[in-house]
């Protein structure tokens, strides 16, 4: 949408100031023009700690992070989510990104699975403390997100020595059930707190599960998904080898799951 909505900074814009005030009236702006269109989920805002730039190539987040401060990303993303809340009247849902965090993989989960190298201890001093700001219910709900977009990156802290074979934690039900456990995360798990995948289309899923280019099963991968604690398949780009569209690729899973 490039007409009739606010042009809005971008998160490291936001993240500069310093100040909850402007990540607030960010959100406030965004959630009462998402809320006047119909639009009743926000895939956002991004949690994550831009802990390792990456000043060569493709793999940087650029500006789609609020910063390099755990602290403050979790500041912020906080502010910012109380403002799409109060701007919406709680009827846009929102669900941050990209959980437990991509500010350190070694690229962009985009075209490739990436890595996160990083012990537990790391894990939950620097990337998941953003998220365990915005998943505190004993603050009440104002700045709980209602979900959290799992990333298809692996985590060594979590999944162990990493192996070209070794799954994404979107697909690894251990893994997503330890991170889940944590005292710090499991109130909010326990009260309707949503996982979300993400795209199971994209490029670096094709490649893990069909490395030879023989047969992408779309089906199966969904199912893998929701096996791993995925409660909602975000399947925009997805599309089975055979099938004429992603219209089709969907139909055809519902009738599978079903």
């Known amino acids: 949408l490039l007409h009739g909505v606010t042009n809005l900074p ?50 940087d987040l650029g500006v789609r992070t609020f910063g390099g401060n755990s602290y403050w990303v979790g500041k912020l993303g906080k502010a910012y989510i109380e403002g799409v809340q109060a701007g919406s009247a709680n009827r846009v849902a929102v669900i941050a990104t990209h959980f437990p965090g991509s500010g350190s993989s070694d690229r962009q989960p985009v075209e490739e699975i990436a890595t996160v190298r990083k012990s537990f201890e790391q894990l939950i001093n620097v990337e998941l ?64 707190g949503l996982i979300v995948s993400d795209d199971l289309g994209s490029e670096s899923i094709r490649k893990f599960v069909d490395p030879l280019n023989t047969g992408f099963d779309a089906r199966q991968v969904a199912r893998t998904a929701l096996m791993a604690g995925n409660d909602l398949l975000y399947m925009g780009n997805i599309l089975a080898t055979g099938d004429e569209d992603n219209y089709t690729t969907v139909v055809r899973t519902i009738d599978y799951f079903i």
């Not at 809320?35 to 000043?55: K, Q, R």
């Not at 977009?149 to 802290?157: F, N, T, V």
């Open 10 to 59: 971008n998160q490291m814009t936001i993240g500069a100031t310093w100040e909850t005030a402007q990540a607030r009236a960010a959100g406030t702006l965004l959630g009462t023009e998402l809320e006047a269109l119909g639009i009743n989920m926000l895939i956002g805002p991004s949690l994550d700690v831009l802990d390792i730039p990456h000043t060569e190539g493709r793999y």
């Open 129 to 192: 403390a953003p998220f365990f700001k915005v998943t505190n219910i004993e603050q009440g709900q104002s700045g709980v997100v209602d979900g959290l977009l799992l990333s298809h990156i692996r985590y060594q802290g979590v999944q162990g020595n990493i192996q070209p074979s070794t799954k994404p934690i979107s697909f690894d039900p251990a893994a997503v059930d330890q991170i889940m456990n944590l005292p710090e995360m499991s109130p909010w798990r326990a009260t309707g």
